[in-house]
Nanobody, 118 residues
Framework: QVQLVESGGGLVQAGGSLRLSCAAS????????VGWYRQAPGKQRELVAR?????STNYADSVKGRFTISRAKNTVYLQMNSLKSEDTAVYYC??????????????WGQGTQVTVSS
């Protein structure tokens, strides 16, 4: 009932920038929060940033001051600046909310690869 489409990943040199997008569609009544996670090869998936319906945000210490999460209606963005090689990972968005049929949902995007070359 809820579909997520991610875009914006790619290859960038260290120090560069990328902006990821996560567009949610479907029978969405309300989005409570959206998070961006990442998973590097051989590592566990980790939270990068999260934004709530009240626009409260939190960030992993490793990205504070470099990444910014924002939202516009049902699209959430992750602006990534001053990228480092250790930011290389597959990035996933995760959306928590409620559908028009009053069911809570917890949906994941398909993932988008971010590769930072040093």
């Amino acid at each position: 009932q809820v579909q997520l489409v991610e875009s914006g990943g790619g290859l960038v040199q260290a120090g560069g920038s990328l902006r990821l997008s996560c567009a949610a569609s479907g029978r969405i009544l309300r989005i409570n929060s959206v998070g961006w996670y990442r998973q590097a090869p051989g590592k566990q998936r980790e939270l990068v940033a999260r934004i709530t319906s009240g626009d409260s945000t939190n960030y992993a210490d490793s990205v504070k001051g470099r990444f910014t999460i924002s939202r516009a209606k049902n699209t959430v963005y992750l602006q990534m600046n001053s990228l480092k090689s250790e930011d290389t990972a597959v990035y996933y968005c995760n959306v928590l909310g409620r559908t028009t049929t009053l069911a809570d949902f917890d949906s994941w995007g398909q993932g988008t690869q971010v590769t930072v070359s040093s």
